[in-house]
């Protein structure tokens, strides 16, 4: 403090000669106040953002940050400012496929576009650290190219191209992200290998080479091919069925091959109606086929349908566009619809039966070619399927078992509708994924209690043969005259009705019937034979138990004998209606004894016995055979096709028909008191 002091005084005694010396005797003095100023802080206060105080006159800047004079400086006119690791000349490394990215005080490194850690992290100090691979654009996940083109995976980037037969869209750039492409059109641009004996059909990213209409692909070929090449169509083959002699199906098969020698594509409407008329002729005339047994008929039934089906597939191929029909003269009918693209519906309707179909359903994928569709009625042909046996799937046998019935081995199942067969150009239609309809319409029938009514189709067999079955057919409705069907695969179809029994049925019922009836025959005969022979006991009243016996003993004759003789429909009628006829004079002889005994409990005298005498024989023939025969003529002209059932040759008991032989008895019944 003294030397201070005596500075300050020396200091000002040369003041007046040396004012240039203030500055410094200014500094002399402000040095004990910024001494004791250190006394009280050790740190200075003036220190620049993004830095920290050395001491009582330095700072020191933050890590990742420097001065004009280095890391710790004085001077109150210096700040601290960034250092970029990231420049050229500094010592950082981050490796290969990385990048540098400086950041306030700091840095950290990155894969460059294209490249990822293999840890999945986005940043990392050092080059140790550095894992970085190329990224797959095209398989992450993130496909980034449009849904029309194909993404190209690159190293370190992607590139979007369109795929062979496409091309970008105008204006659209073949790089990526943004390239979106277009079919193209192989067949317009003629850019096609297609032979000439094909037509170029284009596809989506490609194109095919089809045979043109009446033309089919060459032996070694197939069509739909780049390759295919075509030769013009011929005949389909349709062989004979083994083993079976008839020269009436020797002669059919002679004009077919006929029609083959003759056969243009040009012609091919033509060929199909001589195909059908062929086929029209076979079955309304079968002759000495009908000679044949039963299981080889069905043979010649199989080969029928199979073949024609198949021959009408082909044939069809060389038709013009549109729904063409074809009639023969005996009731064979074919329905076809042809179409270049085939339309979502498609009804076609052949004689009795109409067929509904999704044409997504049937037709085959992948195939460009004409889409066909075909339903044929054969009337005749269930003359040749008469007697098929009848095969339930598993399902339909529960359900009859379940109810405790089952079907009639020894009873023929009964043909309700035509026979029809329904095609595609798909020959693989075995199971389709949604249900084809089938609307049949027949002859008036009611099923009895012990009856049913089946959607059938003819199942071929190993053998050649066949059988109705119900497999993928189902019965959605049915009415008197029409029935529903839906089945999932085509073939050859028909309504049939069959017939089951209950399994409780009493088994001595049949014997009790036939006993009874055999017991009273012989006591009918005895009497008839009284009546007749014996000259002494005959009168009026002898005269009308004669009749009497005689119309029952007819009746219980033609019952036991003939009641289920329903194999040919019109014998059958006929036979219902001998019944109806004979049962029903029975009880109007029986009404004609009681009124002669009622007459002549009236009349006793002589005189008017003799009158009751006279007046019965007038009336009693006209009446007891007359009325009856009256009767069954009304019943028969109005409603023939209800004498004869399924399995007896009597009334049928639909539409109350039945009251034609119940009404009469009633009304004998209710005069039983006179």
Request: proline share 5%; charged share 15%.
């Amino acid at each position: 403090m003294v030397s201070s002091m005596a500075g300050l005084t020396g200091v000002c005694t040369m003041r007046n000669g040396h004012l240039w010396l203030l500055p410094g005797l200014l500094m002399l003095l402000l040095l004990p106040l910024r001494a004791a100023a250190q006394k009280t802080s050790d740190c200075a206060r003036w220190c620049p953002p993004n830095s920290t105080c050395a001491n009582a006159t330095a700072c020191r800047c933050s890590p990742g940050f420097n001065s004009s004079s280095g890391v710790i400086f004085t001077s109150l006119l210096e700040i601290c400012e960034d250092i970029n690791e990231c420049g050229p000349l500094s010592a950082v490394s981050c490796g290969k496929f990385a990048d540098c990215q400086n950041t306030e005080g700091s840095y950290y490194c990155t894969c460059i576009p294209g490249y990822e850690l293999a840890s999945g992290a986005r940043m990392f100090k050092n080059e140790s650290e550095n894992t970085c691979q190329d990224v797959n654009e095209c398989t992450s996940g993130q496909n980034p190219c449009h849904s029309s083109a194909h993404c190209l995976n690159i190293i370190s980037g992607y590139k979007c191209r369109c795929r062979p037969g496409w091309k970008p869209i105008p204006g659209s750039p073949n790089g990526p992200s943004n390239t979106v492409c277009e079919d193209v059109d192989e067949c317009s641009s003629m850019q096609t290998t297609c032979h000439k004996s094909t037509i170029c059909i284009n596809a989506v990213g490609s194109y095919k080479c089809r045979c043109r209409r009446g033309w089919e692909p060459k032996p070694g070929f197939q069509d739909n091919q780049l390759n295919t090449t075509c030769e013009e169509m011929s005949f389909p083959t349709w062989t004979p069925p083994p083993r079976i002699k008839s020269q009436r199906l020797s002669h059919f098969f002679e004009r077919v091959q006929g029609l083959g020698r003759h056969f243009k594509p040009a012609l091919a409407q033509d060929t199909i109606q001589d195909l059908i008329q062929v086929v029209d002729e076979l079955l309304q005339t079968p002759e000495d086929l009908e000679t044949l047994s039963r299981s080889d008929q069905h043979c010649v039934a199989t080969s029928l349908l199979g073949g024609l089906e198949d021959v009408l597939r082909n044939l069809s191929q060389a038709l013009p566009s549109g729904t063409l029909t074809f009639n023969a003269s005996a009731g064979t009918d074919l329905s076809l619809e042809v179409q270049e693209q085939g339309h979502r519906n498609v009804t076609l309707s052949s004689n009795q039966a109409k067929m509904l179909l999704n044409w997504d359903v049937v037709h085959e994928s992948g195939d460009s070619g004409p889409s066909v569709a075909g339903l044929i009625s054969t009337p005749g042909m269930g003359t040749l399927l008469a007697e098929a046996r009848l095969v339930l799937e598993s399902e339909k046998q529960a359900v009859l078992h379940g109810a405790h019935k089952r079907i009639l081995p020894g009873v023929s199942s009964v043909l309700l509708s035509d026979v029809i067969s329904a095609f595609t150009n798909n020959k693989y239609t075995r199971n389709l994924s949604s249900p084809i309809t089938f609307i049949f319409s027949h002859h008036s029938v009611s099923p009895g209690p012990t009856q049913k009514v089946f959607c059938v189709f003819w199942e071929h067999s190993q053998g050649g043969c066949g059988h109705w079955s119900t497999r993928g057919c189902r019965m959605v409705t049915t009415t008197d005259t029409s029935t529903i069907c839906q089945c999932t695969h085509l073939s050859s179809f028909a309504v049939l009705m069959d017939h089951y029994n209950a399994q409780e049925e009493l088994p001595g019922l049949a014997v009790i019937t036939h006993v009874g009836l055999g017991i009273s025959l012989l006591c009918l005969l005895l009497a008839a034979l009284t009546f007749l022979l014996c000259k002494a006991i005959q009168n009026t009243s002898t005269s009308l138990h004669l009749q009497l016996s005689i119309c029952l003993f007819l009746a219980h004759l033609l019952f036991l004998t003939a009641i289920e003789q329903t194999k040919i429909k019109v014998l059958c009628a006929i036979i219902a209606g001998a019944l109806h006829y004979l049962y029903l004079a029975s009880f109007t002889w029986m009404l004609l004894e009681g009124l002669n005994l009622f007459l002549t409990a009236r009349n006793l005298t002589v005189v008017n016995y003799s009158s009751v005498r006279r007046f019965m024989k007038k009336i009693m023939f006209p009446v007891g055979y007359g009325v009856p025969a009256i009767i069954v003529a009304i019943s028969a002209a109005s409603r023939p096709h209800l004498y004869g059932t399924l399995t007896r040759c009597w009334l049928h008991t639909g539409k109350r028909f039945i009251w034609s032989f119940l009404g009469p008895v009633c009304a004998i019944f209710s005069n039983a008191d006179i």
